[in-house]
Structure formats: structure tokens, C-alpha cells
């Protein structure tokens, strides 16, 4: 079992940076890939990057690449996203997860955070 809480959302102007934070419980944190989904108003969530168990495997969507980087800290149990030049189209609620293996499809992560909303201002 693994509980997830997200932190670090808020407002901001376009183009500028935030940067996530999902602190997971138990031991077996290092087992699992993490995932960051987002979920706009109206919309169906949608994968933005993943990490592999210890962190030298990334994916990203297209729609993020080269503005955000997905880190894990296996040491202190948290995954991070942070976001540079940032866009109103991020707007979203924001939500990690954590499933046994690296994957896009949010159907294939067992565990999720209660999500934390960012929102970018053009």
C-alpha cells in the first residue's frame, strides 16, 4: 500500500516555473514507477511524464517535453515535477501516481495522490 500527497501547485504567470512534490508513504516506495497525470476542466486526464524505479528512465508527453523534468528522490520517498515556462493550456489539476512499471496509461498505475491544482495566467 502507498499513499501519495501532492504539494507545491499554485498561481502563476505564463512563463514562469513551479515545481511539484509527491511525498509517498511506505517502504516500498523504490519499487515502483511514478507517474504525474493532469486533469483541465472538461477534460480527461492526461499523462505528463513518468519515471522508472530508480530514476534513469523518463517519458514525456509531447506537450511537455523540453519545459518539464520528472525527478525521484528514492531516499526521501518523493517524486518532483518541475515545470519551466509554463503555459495558460497547464492549467490543471495535478495528480502523481505510482504503478509497478513505467507506462502513459493512467489504468496501469494502482495508487494516486488527491491531486494539487495549478494555474497559469496568460
Known amino acids: 500500500q502507498v499513499q501519495l500527497v501532492e504539494s507545491g501547485g499554485g498561481l502563476v504567470q505564463a512563463g514562469g516555473s513551479l515545481r511539484l512534490s509527491c511525498a509517498a508513504s511506505g517502504r516500498t516506495f523504490s519499487s515502483y514507477a511514478m507517474g504525474w497525470f493532469r486533469q483541465a476542466p472538461g477534460k480527461e486526464r492526461e499523462f505528463v511524464a513518468a519515471?522508472?524505479?530508480?530514476?534513469?528512465?523518463?517519458r514525456y508527453a509531447d506537450s511537455v517535453k523540453g519545459r518539464f523534468t520528472i525527478s525521484r528522490d528514492n531516499a526521501e520517498n518523493t517524486v518532483y515535477l518541475q515545470m519551466n515556462s509554463l503555459k495558460p493550456e497547464d492549467t490543471a489539476v495535478y495528480y502523481c501516481?505510482?504503478?509497478?512499471?513505467?507506462?502513459?496509461?493512467?489504468?496501469?498505475?494502482?495508487?494516486w495522490g488527491q491531486g494539487t491544482q495549478v494555474t497559469v495566467s496568460s
Open positions: 501516481a505510482a504503478g509497478p512499471r513505467l507506462r502513459v496509461g493512467s489504468r496501469e498505475y494502482d495508487y
Open positions: 519515471v522508472g524505479w530508480i530514476g534513469g528512465i523518463t
